[in-house]
């Protein structure tokens, strides 16, 4: 009998076998109950406190990963099991801010049941959408996705006695680096001021410095520009570039994205044509995907999302229609922009469907925050859903049971959405103060930046701004000519080689991809965070692509290629990264937890 369907000595002969149903009630009772939770936790502080929060998969992923650490290295698809419905939870969990944008805007809140069942069907029709993109951003693109990678590599480290001893120095210094970094940040004022983020110095490390830098360039010309868009009225005076550079961001995304889909559209046809007479291989089985039927489970979340809202909450259904459609748009570019730069932007997302709402006729602020809200859930669970995938990609996790385990995340996350979400607001009272229209005082500590966001942007449709729409073009025509470019360079024989053949060509490639004509999808991170931020995160990509440099010449020079042992994805770099990212992710649920039971206690 095989050593991965029968236990065998010590802790293992205790736990239930490899794919039985008593192995998945195990693995899902320790996500729902205790992992999820935890992650919730944590997001919800997060979001409620900052404005943001670090999607759970990696420190889901260490904790799940000592659960299933007796069953060896098959013990990593059960840890991803566990980490992929632990990280819905904390997702949706983040959203209680929707509930906190209703008390800012005055709006009679819905009966508790009411908003669990429609943030229940739309985390259902998010995830269903982003298993849709996977085949693209996944498989075709096959982005770095970093927080993917790093709990990759953090599952495959710690079930695998091997691969521990060789990287568990670096994966441990890399948390408690974040761990310390990351406690600081939120605890200590003076270094608060200072944007410091280990996660995001962690980010970098593992995307590296063509794709960190051409983000900082970006931010620095829009604060090089800042004088210039306050002059013609697209910003005032004192607010950061990123109120309008968030909106020329997104359309460079969609700019490049429209340029990558026709091009992944026109090889489809040319691959059908091909394979009319050809026998077309059967996909691995952990690949396997009936997509018959993910089709249909989209149509009735969709749907069901619709009847919800129009005949529970009440809302138009003309604008729950066009916000479901935007979901189909949204997360495929939310997700390319995660695969690129780890920063999932739903918040830019939730913003842009308000303006187009508005511009299709909304007027309602109230109606505008319940059908962009049908966005904003999706992209972070749809933007989960890919994430996990890429994890799941790296590990050969099968895709159909990741996605049964995220469902029921969804359907948990849901309810503690709601209930997180009050409990927060009654244990301090400051949260349900509106900060857009009034100085809140004590409200130091809980700047909910994305509830400020959100509630400017609704009650803003009041009074449309039409050089909105005309950022938003300049960001398209931008990302799209960008990307045509980069692609015909790219495709250019003569550059090809004289960037592979010499020194000056491969500083030149470096200078294109980092600089000079950069990919709209690294640099429109630029514009959807700020400056300090972008320090941390060039400054962890440089690092990284500095120390791979200097040890591939020492390699070279020591006519040596050791590490084959170990994948080719976990470098010293990667795992340091993922490490901080994870030591960050476990410094907010520390602050998180501490803060809600002082309260509570």
């Given amino acids: 009998m095989s050593t991965t369907s029968s236990p065998a000595n010590g802790a293992k002969r205790f736990l239930p076998r490899i794919g039985s149903p008593a192995y998945h009630v195990m693995l899902a009772g320790v996500a729902i109950f205790i992992l999820g939770p935890l992650g919730g936790i944590s997001a919800a502080f997060m979001n409620f406190s900052i404005g943001f929060f670090i999607g759970g998969q990696v420190l889901a992923g260490i904790l799940g990963s000592v659960v299933t650490l007796p069953y060896g290295p098959e013990g990593k698809h059960g840890a991803n099991y566990m980490q992929t419905m632990a990280a819905s939870v904390a997702g949706m969990c983040g959203m209680g801010v929707i ?143 990123r109120k309008i550079g968030f909106i020329i961001a997104l ?32 996909p691995e089985d952990w690949k396997r995907v009936n997509n018959v039927r993910l089709v249909l489970w989209i149509i009735f979340w969709g749907a069901g999302l619709v009847i919800v809202g129009s005949e529970v909450l009440h809302q138009p259904v003309f604008f729950l229609v066009v916000a479901v459609l935007l979901c189909l748009l949204f997360v495929l570019v939310n997700g390319i922009s995660i695969g690129i730069s780890d920063s999932n932007p739903i918040s830019s997302a939730f913003v842009m469907t308000v303006f187009i709402l508005a511009s299709l006729g909304l007027k309602d602020p109230g109606i505008g925050l319940m059908c962009a809200a049908i966005v904003l859930i999706a992209c972070s669970e749809g933007g989960d859903m890919q994430q996990d995938r890429s994890t799941g990609w790296r590990l050969g996790t099968n895709r159909v049971m990741q996605f ?53 942007a609704l009650k803003g449709i009041t009074n449309p701004k039409a050089h909105v729409m005309t950022a938003l073009q300049i960001g398209i025509a931008l990302g799209l000519v960008t990307e045509i470019i980069r692609k015909l360079l790219k495709r250019n024989q003569r550059y090809r080689q004289f960037a592979d053949s010499s020194r000056s060509g491969r500083v030149t ?21 700020e400056l300090n931020t972008l320090y941390w995160w060039g400054g962890g990509g440089v690092l990284a692509s500095v120390f ?24 010293t770099m990667s795992l340091v990264g993922g490490g901080l990212i994870a030591g960050d992710s476990l410094a907010a649920l520390s602050v998180g937890i501490y803060g809600l039971l002082r309260t509570l206690l």
């Fill in 251 to 282: 359309g460079m995304i969609l700019g490049a994205a429209i340029v990558d889909i026709g091009l992944i559209l026109i090889q489809a046809v040319r691959r059908l044509r091909s394979q009319r007479d050809e026998v077309v291989a059967a």
């Fill in 548 to 571: 791979d440099t200097v040890q591939a010449r020492r390699q070279a020079s020591a006519n040596n290629s050791a590490g084959g042992e170990i994948p080719s994805d976990m470098s």
């Fill in 404 to 456: 049964r385990y995220q469902v029921i995340g969804i359907a948990m996350g849901a309810v503690l959405a709601v209930g997180l979400a009050k409990i927060f607001m009654s244990a301090y009272p400051v949260l349900r103060a509106d900060q857009f229209s009034q100085h809140v005082a004590g409200a130091q500590q809980w700047q909910s930046a994305m509830t400020y966001k959100f509630v400017g």
């Fill in 99 to 241: 509930v906190q944008s209703m008390v800012w805007l005055g709006l009679p809140e819905p009966a508790t049941w009411k908003l669990i069942l429609y943030f229940m069907c739309i985390g259902m029709f998010g995830v269903g959408v982003g298993m849709l993109y996977t085949p693209i951003v996944v498989d075709k693109m096959q982005l770095a996705f970093p927080s993917g990678l790093a709990v990759a590599n953090i599952l495959r480290a710690l079930t695998d006695k091997k691969l521990l001893k060789r990287s568990i120095a670096k994966l441990g210094g890399g948390m408690l680096g974040g761990y310390l970094g990351g406690l600081a940040a939120l605890k200590i004022t003076a270094i608060e001021a200072l944007g410091v983020s280990t996660s995001t110095f962690g980010a970098g490390m593992i995307v590296g410095a063509r794709i960190a830098i051409p983000a900082l360039v970006v931010g620095l010309i829009g604060e090089w520009m800042k004088p210039y868009f306050i002059s013609i009225g697209w910003l005032e005076t004192g607010a950061p570039f």
């Fill in 509 to 529: 490639d470096f200078l294109v991809d980092a600089v000079i004509l950069p990919s709209p999808y690294a640099s429109s991170f630029g514009g959807f965070v």
